[in-house]
């Protein structure tokens, strides 16, 4: 599998062209804020209306992408996912639609930009992959996102915005888990 870039950066400059709302999420994310692991697919939030969804997939090549259309509609009305397969480097975007939630839109409405894979990005904050790790935690029971979230913890430290997260944590029931992670730190 070659470098993520070239995939990554193909799908930014759609989503700007389209002036999609986006944000990189997920294990790039973690990365980025906290300790560096492997990961085989790039998780991005997104937030079209159905008409920039429609110019979305009519933009990828199926030359070099693999996209299924109606999963792709019927994920917007669902307010799920869908993914996109790059052919050519082996990658896989996992597009998520913008939950309808008061954090979804709070957590894109704080994204900042970074730089993801050596590609600069809309990135989701360090406080919120740190929720969305937990909520991850919480439905897969996977221990692997307590330890991303503790790898943040640990890089960022004293720079997280305690009072958001303990907002969200308290008003998603994440409190149980947050504890957990913070005991791993050290």
Same mark, same amino acid.
């Given at each position: %599998?070659? !470098?993520?870039?070239?995939?990554?950066?193909?799908?930014?400059?759609?989503?700007?062209?389209?002036?999609? #709302?986006? %944000? /990189?999420? +997920? $294990?790039?994310? !973690?990365?980025?804020?906290?300790? #560096? @692991?492997?990961?085989?697919?790039?998780? =991005? /939030?997104?937030? #079209?209306?159905?008409?920039?969804?429609?110019?979305?997939?009519?933009?990828?090549?199926?030359?070099?992408?693999? /996209?299924?259309?109606?999963?792709?509609?019927?994920?917007?009305?669902?307010? !799920? %996912?869908?993914?996109?397969?790059?052919?050519? $480097? +082996?990658?896989?975007?996992?597009?998520?639609?913008?939950?309808?939630?008061?954090?979804?839109?709070?957590?894109?409405?704080? @994204?900042?930009?970074?730089? =993801?894979?050596?590609? @600069?990005? #809309?990135?989701?904050?360090?406080?919120?992959?740190?929720?969305?790790?937990?909520?991850?935690?919480?439905?897969?029971? !996977?221990?692997?996102?307590?330890?991303?979230?503790?790898?943040?913890?640990?890089?960022?430290?004293?720079?997280?915005?305690?009072?958001?997260?303990? @907002?969200?944590? $308290?008003?998603?029931?994440?409190?149980?888990?947050?504890?957990?992670?913070?005991?791993?730190?050290?």
């Amino acid at each position: %599998m070659t !470098s993520p870039a070239a995939t990554l950066e193909w799908l930014t400059t759609l989503l700007d062209q389209l002036a999609i #709302p986006y %944000m /990189v999420v +997920g $294990s790039f994310a !973690s990365s980025a804020h906290g300790v #560096p @692991r492997t990961t085989h697919d790039i998780d =991005v /939030v997104v937030d #079209p209306t159905m008409t920039q969804l429609v110019a979305f997939l009519a933009a990828v090549d199926p030359e070099r992408f693999y /996209v299924d259309v109606d999963v792709a509609r019927d994920a917007l009305l669902r307010r !799920s %996912m869908f993914n996109i397969i790059d052919m050519t $480097s +082996g990658w896989k975007l996992d597009l998520v639609i913008r939950k309808a939630t008061p954090h979804g839109v709070a957590e894109l409405g704080r @994204r900042t930009i970074g730089t =993801v894979a050596g590609v @600069r990005a #809309p990135l989701a904050t360090a406080e919120d992959v740190i929720i969305a790790k937990l909520l991850w935690a919480r439905d897969s029971g !996977s221990e692997r996102q307590l330890a991303d979230v503790a790898g943040i913890v640990v890089a960022k430290g004293l720079s997280l915005d305690r009072p958001y997260l303990e @907002r969200w944590i $308290s008003e998603l029931g994440l409190d149980t888990l947050w504890h957990r992670a913070q005991a791993a730190t050290g």
